[in-house]
């Protein structure tokens, strides 16, 4: 009940509930158009999760409800009301939808077309301007609402994201120093799917920040450009993650590909190794910046102590390439355990 992410959900959907009748109601009652079924339609697709994807939404949502009209009206006068006007009009419809400006509503103009022609306005000239009327209460209604009422921002959702990835990045070494000290032969094939579990994850967070960048363009809350200001940083936060999980995946396969088999390790490289990688693990999920510092010069420490020549043959590159990796991970977390929590400021702490 206290999560941001959840409350401004939510606030998205009731105002597209309101949306909906509203448009309706603004049809029915006030300009009484005839069965405004395209208004409520055109409401629920205007209300999108940013006020600048609201008007882009909206525009688009014009220009193909236009083409829809004008489509079912044509299809309708050329063909009749026949299967092949809604053959026609569907084609036409779907190709319209695959303009460039319009992707993102690639079937609402063959939908609208649908529509119209089924409910037997296609032949009736004068419904034109009242559909397309109806279509434009639909979308200002949408626009005004999501635009007057709590304009959304999507900066607690990025940080959010955010901050739940590095965690799960620390769960995933503590598992595999686990592994490593308990089993004969570890999971390596395991710890790399979660690597790409995580990559998946990180796209998700990008296209949340991208949206709660977004959600600052054109948004009247006197908290915006504050709060956008917090997520600056979020890109480059994101970057460490990514470089992170990469080395980690790096550092799975490493262990998998190696001829000697972690439990045959040398145990002055192999005990000091796991300490830190263990170690690792911990500070990153508690953002312990300071126990990351000491892991990094003690894996220099390691590797200016290990004795190259009393290493087990074709080992040494195993021992550089683990090293190196794990050197790489603490590198890149480092920075992003200093930045935690990744956070945006809270209405409580902004000014009147």
């Known amino acids: 009940m206290r999560d941001p992410v959840t409350w401004t959900n939510a606030s998205q959907l009731l105002k597209t509930v309101c949306a909906v ?6 049809a029915a009652k006030v300009f009484g158009i005839s069965q405004p079924f395209l208004a409520p339609w055109a409401a629920l697709l205007a209300v999108h999760a940013t006020v600048l994807g609201s008007v882009r939404q909206g525009i688009a949502q014009v220009a193909a409800t236009i083409i829809g009209v004008l489509v079912a009206f044509g299809a309708g006068r050329v063909f009749g009301a026949e ?5 026609a009009a569907v084609l ?12 993102a509503d690639s079937t609402t103009a063959a939908a609208t077309a649908i529509v119209v022609l089924t409910t037997g306005y296609s032949d009736d000239s004068g419904m034109l301007a009242a559909r397309l009327l109806d279509t434009g209460i639909g979308i200002a209604v949408g626009l005004l609402i999501n635009l007057a009422v709590w304009p959304p921002l999507r900066d607690r959702g990025a940080a959010s994201a955010i901050n739940v990835i ?6 995933l070494l503590c598992e595999m120093a686990a592994g490593l000290q308990r089993d004969q032969e570890p999971d390596v094939d395991d710890w790399i799917a979660c690597t790409r579990a995580l990559d998946e994850e990180i796209t998700d967070a990008w296209q949340v920040l991208g949206q709660a960048h977004e959600s600052g363009r054109l948004n009247p809350r006197r908290a915006t450009p504050r709060r956008m200001r917090a997520t600056e940083d979020f890109a480059a936060v994101l970057q460490r993650i990514e470089h992170a999980v990469a080395e980690t995946r790096s550092m799975a396969r490493t ?3 190696s001829r000697i088999p972690p439990a045959e390790w040398d145990p002055a490289f192999r005990s000091r190794w796991l300490a830190l990688l263990g170690r690792t693990g911990a500070a990153v999920s508690a953002a312990d910046a300071g126990t990351l510092d000491d892991v990094h010069r003690a894996l220099d420490d390691l590797a200016g102590e290990l004795d190259v020549d009393a290493l087990p043959d074709r080992f040494w590159p195993v021992c550089g390439a683990l090293i190196v990796n794990l050197r790489n991970i603490v590198e890149a977390l480092g920075a992003v355990a200093e930045a935690q929590p990744v956070s945006v400021p809270a209405p409580s702490a902004l000014p009147a």
């Open 92 to 103: 036409v419809g779907l190709l319209a939808g695959s303009i460039r400006g319009l992707r």
């Open 83 to 87: 299967g092949l006007a809604l053959a």
């Open 255 to 257: 262990i998998g590909l």
């Open 166 to 171: 590095d965690d799960r990045i620390g769960e």
């Open 21 to 26: 009748v509203i448009a309706w109601a603004l």
